[in-house]
């Protein structure tokens, strides 16, 4: 733990001396925003029981409270903390916090943050539902090299501490790629590819992953944010022969209604195919919510 902590302090300080900016005027913008996020969630199969199974849904409320503080003129550093409360006895309410640092300029532009969360369901082991501590790492650089074209570099550490079973312990490491097409808002394709690999404790549980993606955005109008996503997901586990697909489909829009309240929607919905026999399942999740931002 206390190695995490220090490779989060040392990147977080260094970074925006690699990216500082000299602001040639004055910024009447206030250095300080804050925001208030609540949402109600759905999940269809929570506990991604096989086809043919008895399968249950799950509903949850989130709740979040944020801030950004403006360094200069496209460096910030925001931080945010947040409780998932599931309605459902043998799931336990998860909090949350994340603190990081974004840089905004061009050509050149970054995101890294560090996030802890306590309880939070993970079926990153196997199939079967665990609650874990999860400490993660996340960076995102991306180089616009063209005026319409952005390449980007994608890396993640996170380690997950499980409550029941320990076996489970694990560490991920990941990085990725991505190429994307930024001429016009109204229609923004970004194509991309991650790899990574999950070190479990059992280590007949340890797998590597590899990703493709394509990811639409497109601003309708200044008020509406729109977002597509397709994901194929592929893991071989080190031992037993296992491997399995995962395609995924994700939809998100957010519709500013004034300079202060946003409606959010969101959902995805994930096909598994196992090869080995009666494991393949699908999962759906829902979530609509209101962004408070002042």
């Not at 029981?49 to 399968?55: D, S």
């Not at 550093?77 to 949350?96: F, K, R, T």
């Not at 990574?196 to 990703?211: A, E, F, H, I, P």
């Amino acid at each position: 733990m206390k190695r995490w902590l220090a490779a989060a302090i040392a990147v977080l300080w260094m970074t925006p001396a690699v990216f500082a900016q000299t602001e040639t005027q004055p910024d009447p913008t206030p250095p300080w925003t804050f925001w208030v996020k609540g949402n109600a969630q759905l999940y269809e199969n929570f506990f991604q029981a096989a086809e043919g199974q008895n399968e249950e849904d799950v509903t949850a409320l989130f709740g979040e409270v944020g801030a950004n503080l403006r360094l200069g003129a496209t460096m910030h550093a925001y931080g945010s903390v947040n409780y998932l409360h599931y309605n459902e006895d043998q799931l336990n309410s998860s909090p949350g916090v994340r603190v990081g640092l974004r840089n905004d300029a061009q050509p050149h532009s970054f995101d890294i943050y560090v996030e802890q969360l306590i309880d939070r369901p993970s079926f990153d082991v196997g199939d079967e539902f665990d609650r874990a501590d999860i400490r993660t790492i996340d960076a995102d650089y991306g180089w616009r090299f063209l005026p319409d074209w952005q390449l980007g570099v994608h890396g993640e550490l996170q380690q997950q501490e499980f409550d029941i079973t320990t076996s489970r312990d694990n560490n991920f490491t990941g990085a990725g790629a991505s190429i994307r097409w930024r001429a016009t808002r109204l229609f923004s394709p970004e194509l991309g590819v991650r790899i990574g690999n999950r070190d479990v404790d059992t280590d007949s549980l340890s797998y590597g992953q590899r990703d493709v993606y394509l990811q639409i955005r497109s601003s309708v109008t200044p008020k509406l944010y729109l977002s597509g996503r397709i994901r194929n997901r592929s893991r071989d586990y080190d031992s037993g022969g296992r491997e399995d697909t995962r395609r995924q489909l994700t939809l998100g829009a957010d519709y500013s209604v004034n300079d202060h309240l946003a409606v959010n929607f969101y959902g995805a919905h994930e096909t598994t195919d196992v090869n080995l026999a009666g494991r393949d399942f699908d999962t759906t999740m829902w979530m609509g919510g209101l962004t408070w931002k002042f």
